[in-house]
């Protein structure tokens, strides 16, 4: 993991190897019902996540979950680039209420990679336009590697 500012981005580089093709991790990344366990941070409950899909230039996938049982995420992506299964390149707006108080939005861009590896796939998360480092130290030690971890989990359990 690497911090990038630059001018008034800030950012982060996360990665993950995953012990599959490029293919299949991409469709455990993109496809709604696996969304719907890997975005579950609160266990196997997948009646916690609600996520859709339009994967194309200008579509959006559109995710509401609790981070935990005090914090309702709604998260928008608009996809600017696919390429599967190489690259996807969103805009983001994130919304969250915390006890019922509604947070600030971020706004942010993020591009992930699907690399093939000896060991399977790469996946590159560059994720920038974080207003304060505070919420970009969040989504690089929390957010991005519970996720990932998730997924990959997600996908070994489906080999």
Do not use: C, K
């Not at 942010?108 to 304060?132: C, K, R, Y």
């Amino acid at each position: 993991m690497s911090h990038t500012v630059q001018s008034q981005t800030i950012g982060l580089r996360v990665s993950r190897e995953v012990p599959a093709t490029p293919d299949e991790v991409f469709t455990a990344y993109t496809d709604p019902e696996a969304q719907r366990v890997w975005l579950s941070q609160l266990g196997p409950d997948v009646g916690q996540v609600r996520t859709t899909v339009d994967l194309r230039i200008g579509g959006v996938w559109e995710a509401t979950f609790f981070a935990n049982p005090s914090v309702l995420v709604h998260d928008v992506f608009t996809f600017l680039e696919v390429d599967r299964p190489r690259r996807l390149v969103t805009g983001h707006v994130g919304e969250s209420t915390v006890d019922g108080r509604a947070q600030p939005p971020i706004r942010t861009h993020i591009e992930v990679t699907f690399a093939p590896t000896d060991a399977g796939t790469l996946i590159t998360v560059d994720h920038t336009g974080f207003a304060d480092t505070q919420t970009r130290d969040f989504f690089e030690n929390v957010a991005w590697p519970g996720g990932l971890d998730r997924l990959a989990a997600y996908v070994a359990e489906r080999r």
